[in-house]
């Protein structure tokens, strides 16, 4: 109630003053082979003190290239017209002198990656002063004492510490947290987050995105959001502008496009977001009512009885049907028996242990979801099981061979590696700029032998085929496809060698919402097509509930709690697994609310 009649209030406040920024007729064009690329087109938009605007839409709609325009941050070949005034002053056309006073002062940008934003040979506190020095004539004790403020503002454990730290040396939260401190210190009226969360695990989103909601009702600073997370726009926008190839195609307030979209695109955007409960055909509001009965939290209009009482129904018909499916399915795949692994010693530098006492079996034709934050060991299980890294102790078996018995670069672990196919994270940097993405595909199987020539080409297009792509594309080179694209070439390559278990390495995270839906749908049909035993692994729990027969859970290198799709999602039993699915923003303005509020009930009872 406090809540709502806070955001009226404010609401109220915003409504009545003038706009902070006045976007009029922008359009964005890029000079490529002497002609006039159009990257947005005669956009229209305002924001006011203390709202947030969201700007969605997919890869490639001008949200970015527009906002970055705002400033004069476009390459050379770029061309702006239209207006912009912040403030009720011009910007475009604005002297370089005129505009660089108007950067960090009165509008600030918050970067996707701030590793890449952030300056590696200076530490956090000197890049805070820097800003400071630059744009207000103080000492650099004033400075420093301001820098200090702010990085307790953005609620930095150790503000002391991360003033000394250079930027390497903080975690992505902390990074992201030092970043918004440097934005925030000269006081702007028009703050531009661009992906502020896309390169965070949910855990640490959650909490940024506390912090920027925080940070708005104190500094009351007019922001615009840019974004393809409709699980972040719903938890912070008040209105929305989505964006299409170009063009603006509906503006509204977020209650009115998340409940009524109008134009088809947004329908389809919306549509295309995975929530969690959809793996069991569940609506949103059951799955965070369902965890606030399993963790006893008091959130307003959940049955707790009724939801305790089937609870203990399932739990005995869930136990028994996995022991049934365990003996039905036979040998795994995968098996790991106490397994460790750590990275060696190189140098100075002392060997790691990454993965301690992991026990975890595959079994064909199944998907099992590692999920964790970054940080918990996910992704280097991933790389032993396709014997990228040594196994320290215990056993991991793969397709019943004990792979920490084979010899580094032996003709067994050869062979064995044919038994296993990855899809990386990043389709950009795993294919190979200089070869046409036939020859990417085609290149697993010339080397192993199993065909050549004729034979060759048409197991390449057999597989373009699976994966859905035109035949024709064997000849381009990778930087002429989509991110969509590409990754479904990755697909086809790891599916080259007929696979028995694939290693899937976050596939999705770096795709639109849209993109991601359709390589997900691919993945599942080929899935069950083909029978392949598949680790996934990943930071979605959504993404994990659309596809996984069973989840793993990973905190610290350990698997802290596994079990089916639904023991874990709907019945998760670990205080861990539980703040973990608390923390997925939700597509839906109301019931992100209700999330918000059960994750910080689950939070002051982790800090009792």
């Known amino acids: 109630m406090t809540e709502n ?22 359009s964005v064009d890029f000079g490529v082979d002497k002609k006039w690329v159009p990257a947005a087109m005669n956009l229209n938009y305002e924001v006011r003190a203390g709202e947030v605007l969201a700007i969605v839409g997919e890869s490639g709609s001008g949200k970015s290239a527009s906002s970055m325009a705002l400033l004069g ?22 002297s370089g002198s005129a505009i660089r006073q108007v950067r960090g002062k009165d509008v600030a940008v918050i970067f996707q ?5 952030l300056n590696p040979v200076y530490t956090v506190g000197f890049q805070i002063v ?12 004033e400075a420093k004492d301001r820098a200090m403020r702010m990085l307790e503002l953005v609620e930095l454990p150790d503000p002391e510490k991360a003033f000394r730290s250079y930027p390497h040396q903080l975690s992505g939260g902390q990074r992201q947290r030092a970043m918004i401190a440097q934005s925030l210190s000269c006081d702007p009226k028009l703050l531009i987050a661009d992906e502020p969360t896309t390169a965070l695990d949910v855990t640490v989103q959650a909490e940024i995105l506390d912090l920027m909601r925080n940070l708005r009702n104190k500094l009351d600073s007019a922001i615009v959001l840019i ?60 799955v965070t009512a369902a965890l606030a009965a ?61 993965v301690e006492g992991a026990n975890l079996a595959i079994y064909p034709g199944e998907v099992v979801g590692l999920v964790g934050e970054s940080g918990s060991g996910k992704t280097t299980i991933g790389r032993a099981a396709v014997g990228l890294l040594p196994v320290a102790d215990g056993s991991l078996k793969v397709v019943g061979q004990d792979i920490g018995s ?76 989509s991110g969509g694209q590409k990754q479904r070439v990755g697909i086809a390559r790891a599916l080259s060698l007929k696979p028995k278990l694939m290693v899937a390495d976050e596939p999705t995270s770096a795709l639109d919402v849209s993109v991601q839906a359709k390589v997900l749908e691919l993945f599942q049909a080929l899935q069950r097509e083909l029978g392949f ?14 596809l996984s027969d069973r989840i793993c859970v990973m905190q610290r290198g350990r698997i802290v709690e596994q079990g089916t799709r639904d023991q874990i999602l709907r019945q998760p039993k670990e205080a861990y697994t539980q703040r973990l699915l608390a923390a997925v923003p939700l597509p839906d303005p109301e019931k992100q609310r209700e999330r918000r509020e059960l994750r910080a009930q689950l939070l002051a009872t982790a800090a009792e």
Do not use: W
């Not at 990656?113 to 934003?117: D, I, N």
């Not at 964006?243 to 947004?266: C, D, K, L, S, W």
């Open 130 to 141: 820097e800003t400071l020095r630059l744009h207000n004539a103080i000492s650099p004790d």
């Open 113 to 117: 990656e701030p590793m890449t934003a």
């Open 227 to 286: 974004t393809h997370d409709m699980g972040v726009v719903a938890d912070l926008a008040d209105r929305i502008a989505v964006m299409r190839r170009g063009v603006i195609v509906e503006t509204g307030t977020a209650h009115e496009i998340f409940n009524n979209p109008q134009h088809e695109y947004t329908q389809a955007l919306l549509a295309a977001v995975p929530h969690l409960g959809q793996g069991a055909g569940e609506d949103e509001v059951d």
């Open 73 to 94: 941050l476009l390459p050379s070949n770029s061309r702006v017209t239209g207006s912009v005034k912040l403030g009720g002053k011009e910007l475009l056309g604005a």
């Open 533 to 546: 035993a598949c680790l996934f692994v990943t930071h979605d729990l959504a993404v994990i509930d659309v």
């Open 294 to 354: 399993a963790t006893h939290a008091d959130l307003t209009g959940v049955d707790h009885e009724e939801l305790l009482r089937r609870e203990r129904d399932n739990e005995e018909a869930l136990r028994h049907t996995a022991e049934e499916a365990a003996r039905a399915k036979g040998t795994p795949v995968l098996e790991l028996v106490d397994v460790a692994i750590e990275y060696p010693k190189q140098g100075r530098v002392p060997a790691f242990r990454a």
């Open 5 to 26: 009649l806070s955001a009226e209030r404010a609401g109220g406040r915003r409504a009545a003053g003038t706009p902070v920024l006045e976007v009029r007729d922008l």
């Open 406 to 481: 084979l010899k580094t670069n032996s003709k067994e672990l050869h062979a064995l590696r044919r038994q296993v196919g990855m899809v990386f994270q990043d389709p950009s940097s795993s294919l190979n700029p200089r070869l046409p993405i036939g020859e990417s595909i085609g290149e697993p199987m010339f080397l192993a032998g199993v065909a050549k020539g004729a034979a060759l080409q048409q197991r390449i297009e057999g597989l373009l085929d699976q994966v859905e792509l035109p035949r024709s594309y064997r000849n381009r080179y990778p930087h002429e496809l």
